[in-house]
Nanobody
Framework: QLQLVESGGGLVQPGGSLRLSCAAS????????IGWFRQAPGKEREGVSCISKRDGNTDYEESVKGRFTVSRDNAKNTVYLQMNSLKPEDTAVYYC???????????????????WGQGTQVTVSS
């Protein structure tokens, strides 16, 4: 069984930064990609970014390109999401999830992700 735990959320002013972490434990050999998703109140959960474990290939949702950076430390089984220039519309619960999708490119399609963390709240407000 694979467990994922997010951390690093909090309250930040517009223009500020946060770094989220996603620590994997348990059956860590059984995933190929980690994705970051977010869900704001009244909205559907959307893909934000993803990274492949083996090749480090990444993908980003259009609204976060140039502001968010995803990275991995395979030795620690941890994936990070560095979020800069945060905006109020980035406010949401952020989740990380694991996918076994067998290809080098990761996906932002949440239907490919079977294991999810509990989420961490990010609030961007002055």
């Amino acid at each position: 069984q694979l467990q994922l735990v997010e951390s690093g959320g909090g309250l930040v002013q517009p223009g500020g930064s946060l770094r989220l972490s996603c620590a994997a434990s348990g059956s860590t050999v059984y995933y190929n990609h980690i994705g970051w998703f977010r869900q704001a109140p009244g909205k559907e959960r959307e893909g934000v970014s993803c990274i492949s474990k083996r090749d480090g290939n990444t993908d980003y949702e259009e609204s976060v390109k140039g502001r968010f950076t995803v990275s991995r430390d395979n030795a620690k089984n941890t994936v990070y999401l560095q979020m800069n220039s945060l905006k109020p519309e980035d406010t949401a619960v952020y989740y990380c999830a694991a996918s076994r999708l067998l290809r080098s490119e990761c996906t932002l399609d949440r239907s490919w992700y079977a294991n999810w963390g509990q989420g961490t709240q990010v609030t961007v407000s002055s």
